[in-house]
T-cell receptor
């Protein structure tokens, strides 16, 4: 089975722009979660989507949004980028709703905001 | 305030030696505790998942313990290998269902030298 894939792997944007990141979960997995990882804050939970519905969300501003499609693929959007949004964005999929199931992470998208 | 503290921040050991990483948490209510291994430039990989009633769980050379009374967990690595060099992250999930709250530790950076 193919693992979790994320595109693009690297991205450079400037302040004020918006960005869309994509995540394809493991085949058959219905849950996709998104995380932000920075050296200072470590891993932080953004949100989880399950069967096209946002199931849970962390403490991030409304500039961070996401969606999930009927094939379970998910996108995350960040609008009006700030320098502090520079981070590794990870997505993870699980067969059922987190935290009851094991999660499998993708390699991440490295976002740099200039 | 929910917190997860990991110690030490970093650790250097020689190949073949054992080591123990610590995770103390103040998350309440408690649902489960997970240990992840994250290699540089890659997404985290789940090592163990422990619920309230579990004291010990092993995954090959990795053994996690949980003391729910003292709110402490440890990850013991036996006969370390160079490939164990990574960051180890402790994540505690509070409550269950779709309203879970995740609290992340900052991780322990383990370096295994030949």
């Amino acid at each position: 089975k193919a693992g979790v894939t994320q595109t693009p792997r690297y991205l450079i944007k400037t302040r004020g722009q918006q960005v869309t990141l994509s995540c394809s979960p493991i085949s058959g997995h219905r849950s996709v979660s998104w995380y932000q990882q920075t050296p200072g804050q470590g891993l932080q939970f953004l949100f989880e989507y399950f069967s096209e519905t946002q199931r849970n969300k962390g403490n991030f501003p409304g500039r961070f949004s996401g969606r999930q499609f009927s094939n379970s693929r998910s996108e995350m959007n960040v609008s009006t980028l700030e320098l502090g949004d520079s981070a590794l964005y990870l997505c993870a999929s699980s067969a059922g709703g987190f935290p009851g199931y094991e999660q499998f992470f993708g390699p991440g998208t490295r976002l740099t905001v200039l | 305030k929910n917190q997860v503290e990991q110690s030490p921040q970093s650790l250097i050991i020689l190949e073949g030696k054992n080591c123990t990483l610590q995770c103390n948490y103040t998350v309440s209510p408690f649902s489960n505790l997970r240990w992840y291994k994250q290699d540089t430039g890659r997404g985290p990989v789940s090592l163990t998942i422990m619920t309230f009633s579990e004291n010990t769980k092993s995954n090959g050379r990795y053994t996690a313990t949980l003391d729910a009374d003292t709110k402490q967990s440890s990850l013991h690595i036996t006969a370390s290998q160079l490939s164990d060099s990574a960051s180890y992250i402790c994540v505690v999930s509070g409550s269950g269902g779709s309203n879970y709250k995740l609290t992340f530790g900052k991780g322990t950076l383990l370096t295994v030298n030949p």
